[in-house]
């Protein structure tokens, strides 16, 4: 250890002894990963750690904010930064830019610096939880699945469900009830499976499916209350492209939406959210409970072959008391123009403003979709955002919104087309928004180690208060079971 801060100060020294003429001074940005140039953050986040992808035997990096700097220095490509210099630091930034400096000395011995670049420090914080979904990004087959949820202020990370207490199930579909942590379900596949519930702590097993149902929950949403339910049923069949670069497909020969109730254990539905003609998909609450919004499209007769002519709609159906609407209200057609888009997973802001959705060109599976991006309505006055600064050339899906509105994370593949990661933007009082950056790492190669996807990322405010061993203890029980009504 000592050796290591005697080499770190000697390169720091080389530095500040160095006479300016001999540190060649380039009008160029670094080429940096993750790409942090640029972007705005919340006030809260942790370091952004990242690589300096020119070629370098050592870097030197100095963070600045007015009167006030902190560096970062090591001798080879990787900057990290002291956590507690850098919240010092970006606290005394907020509103405004802190400008990054990167010098880095070639290996000949030469130094030189790179032009500075920019990061804004805006006023609104994110929610200090991130929860996520570990799995391989293919479709043969996966191992050592998780879902994990990490503290987005530091590094701090902790297992919500695990392979080793599932038997090596699938586990998925994890929702919060808007950013509420105490109160969050998720669901496990298997033999000893089931969804399972939390609230404030206590945990509950249910077997959220009745006997006329298609299937279980598959894709669902919690009330911001947490007593309601809404969750679609889906038979699910993959098929495989003969073209490499698409991979796979997922379509629904049926699929239909159903509210559950955890007061009265009751399982509702209505023939608009369960037409045999349609499939109904992808429900979520609106922000006050008074809506539900769905995605709609003629059902598929079990041919692979016509997916490219399946394309979804966005739906809303009035939900109050318990009580399911008598029509529906089509916010987003799928046919416009000269032009067909498939609609999938509506997720609507805590204040009620905006809802995001992801479009493709056809089906119900955007996270395999190369052209598929966000789109953003404002429910206040219906226009939509196409998110122009926000959109890659790859999949950008998995959406949702911080509790105060103003961040959104989402998984996206800009990296290299095939593995998600977690990306934020912030969404202003005029509902511009800024450059995504991607979640910050403790060590900057984490990236381009990780052989996992992180899929369905939620923001919570808090840690969710319960550990394996709870999520372990409730798997062993017997699993609760609801009660079907006809409808409402």
Known sequence: MKRLYLILTLFLLTFCKSNPVDVKQLDILPTIYPDYIGVSIPPNIAPLNFLVRDSCKSVLVSVAFEDKKITASSRNNHVRFDIGEWKALINNAIGNDIEITVCAEKEDGEFYQFKSFSVHVEKDSIDAYLTYRLIEPDYEVFSRLKIEQRCIENFDRKDICNHNITNNSCMNCHTFAFNNPNT????????????????????????????????????????????????????????????????????????????????????????????????????????????????????????????????????????????????????????????????????????????????????????????????????????????????????????????NSKWVVFASKRDDGLYGKPYFFHIDTDGKTTKPFALPQEYPDFYDNCLKSFNIPELSKGAVPFSTKDVESVLKMESEDFIKESHK
Not at 225 to 239: A, E, K, W
Not at 284 to 293: A, E, L, V
Not at 317 to 329: A, L, P, Q, R, V
Request: charged fraction near 20%; include cysteine; proline fraction near 3%.
């Open 184 to 403: 969050s379900l998720f669901y496990v596949r298997g033999a000893n499976g089931g969804a399972i519930l939390n609230r404030n702590g206590m945990l509950r097993k249910l077997n959220i499916k009745t006997l006329d149902m298609a299937s279980s929950s598959v894709y669902g949403h919690l009330s911001k209350d947490g007593r309601y339910f809404v969750f679609s049923t889906n038979v699910i069949i993959p098929g495989l492209h003969a073209d490499a670069a698409k991979r796979m497909e997922v379509f629904d020969t049926k699929s239909d939406v159903y509210v559950a109730d955890f007061e009265t254990n009751e399982i509702t539905t209505s023939p608009l959210l369960s037409d045999t003609a349609r499939s109904e998909t992808f429900p979520c609450f609106s922000s006050d409970g008074r809506k539900i919004f769905f995605c709609s499209a003629p059902v598929l007769k079990n041919n692979v072959n016509d997916i490219k002519n399946v394309h979804y709609d966005l739906v809303s159906i009035d939900f109050e008391n318990g009580k399911i609407g008598s029509h529906t209200d089509t916010i987003v057609k799928a046919e416009y123009g000269d032009r067909q888009i498939s609609v999938c997973l509506p997720a609507v802001s805590p204040d009620g403003k905006y809802l995001i959705y992801t479009e493709a060109d056809y089906g119900t599976f955007p996270i395999w979709h190369k052209e598929t991006e966000l789109r953003m309505i404002d429910l206040q006055n219906g226009t939509t955002d196409s998110l122009l600064g926000v959109n890659s050339r790859n999949s950008d899906t998995y959406h949702t919104f911080s509790s």
